[in-house]
Every structure is written in structure tokens, then in C-alpha cells.
């Protein structure tokens, strides 16, 4: 195996631990709030899925700087480099590691960072999957921007719903 391939599947596990990881967080959080508190075994649940959620973006982004050397090394094409969507994976990956930062240090609201956390580790993983698409680095920030606002609204609605079948 080369160093490329290995590199790649790393970057494979790490967004697979993302996506798992803030989907599980999604979920549990909104049915921790069902009582409008979280004691502290829920927030142990809570802090572990964090914590895997954050290993996931340490891989993911170890990885593609990995990728990035190896590109500089001149032993892969600047094919995978320049396309559009490679763009616009690393920029999500970017958005990533600002929205942890921000949520790290209570700089941006809860439910906002968590909304665009969730949809960033969907988009990044839909963008790694989507092999045929042949769409410009604007056009897919567009249907990322759409899908980060879907996402909103989405868990808005179900919090709404979880919390008022419990009132």
C-alpha cells in the first residue's frame, strides 16, 4: 500500500467517525433536553461523543495535510488538487475546524454551530462520495449553504416537536 492509499483511508475514517459522531450527539442531545435538563451521566454520553467527533476532524485534517505534502512531493497529479470539489471539501473542512473553535470557546450559539457542524460532516462525506459530479466550486458551496440552513430548520423543527410532545 502506498502511501496515498493509506493516507486516503485515513481521511475515510475520519469522516466516517464525524458524521457518526455528530449524528449521535444530534440525537441524544435533542432527547437529553426532553426534560429541559442534562444530569451528568448524560453529559459523560455527551462529552464522549465530542470527543470522538473531534478525533474524526483531527484525522480528516492530519490526513488531507498529508495528501497536500504528498501532492508537493510531486507524487500525486494536480488533477486531485485543483477540482472543484476537492475545493470545496477542504473548504468545509476549514468551516469545521472555525465552528469547533468558536463552539469551544462559547463564541457562537449553541444550536447554530451544531446545525452547521452536523451539515459540514454530511457535506464533507457526500462530496467524497460524489464521483460523477462535475459542478463548479460555487455551485456546490450553494448547495452546501442550502443544506446548512435545511439542516437549521430541520433540527428547529424536531427540537420543537421533541420538547412540546413532552410539555
Known amino acids: 500500500m502506498d502511501w496515498?492509499?493509506?493516507?486516503?483511508?485515513?481521511?475515510?475514517?475520519?469522516?466516517?467517525?464525524?458524521?457518526?459522531?455528530?449524528?449521535?450527539?444530534?440525537?441524544?442531545?435533542?432527547y437529553f433536553a426532553k426534560d429541559g435538563k442534562?444530569?451528568?451521566?448524560?453529559?459523560?454520553?455527551?462529552?464522549?461523543f465530542v470527543a470522538i467527533l473531534r478525533f474524526g476532524l483531527v484525522i480528516l485534517t492530519f490526513s488531507g495535510f498529508g495528501l497536500l505534502v504528498l501532492w508537493r512531493l510531486r507524487l500525486m497529479g494536480p488533477e486531485t488538487f485543483?477540482?472543484?470539489?476537492?475545493?470545496?471539501?477542504?473548504?468545509?473542512?476549514?468551516?469545521?475546524?472555525?465552528?469547533?473553535?468558536?463552539?469551544?470557546?462559547?463564541?457562537?450559539?449553541?444550536?447554530?454551530?451544531?446545525a452547521i457542524s452536523t451539515?459540514?460532516?454530511?457535506?464533507?462525506?457526500?462530496?467524497?462520495?460524489?464521483?460523477r459530479a462535475e459542478f463548479s466550486y460555487?455551485?456546490?458551496?450553494?448547495?452546501?449553504?442550502?443544506f446548512v440552513l435545511l439542516t437549521y430548520f430541520s433540527l428547529e423543527f424536531i427540537r420543537s416537536r421533541v420538547i412540546k410532545t413532552n410539555e
Open 82 to 114: 485543483y477540482g472543484p470539489k476537492f475545493m470545496a471539501k477542504m473548504t468545509i473542512i476549514l468551516i469545521l475546524l472555525s465552528v469547533a473553535f468558536l463552539m469551544n470557546f462559547r463564541l457562537i450559539n449553541l444550536k447554530v454551530g451544531s
Open 4 to 30: 496515498s492509499t493509506f493516507l486516503r483511508i485515513l481521511h475515510i475514517i475520519g469522516t466516517v467517525l464525524g458524521v457518526g459522531a455528530a449524528t449521535f450527539l444530534e440525537i441524544f442531545s435533542i
Open 138 to 146: 460555487f455551485v456546490l458551496m450553494g448547495f452546501y449553504l442550502v
Open 38 to 48: 442534562v444530569d451528568i451521566f448524560e453529559h459523560e454520553i455527551l462529552r464522549i
Open 119 to 131: 451539515a459540514s460532516w454530511y457535506a464533507a462525506m457526500i462530496f467524497g462520495i460524489w464521483r
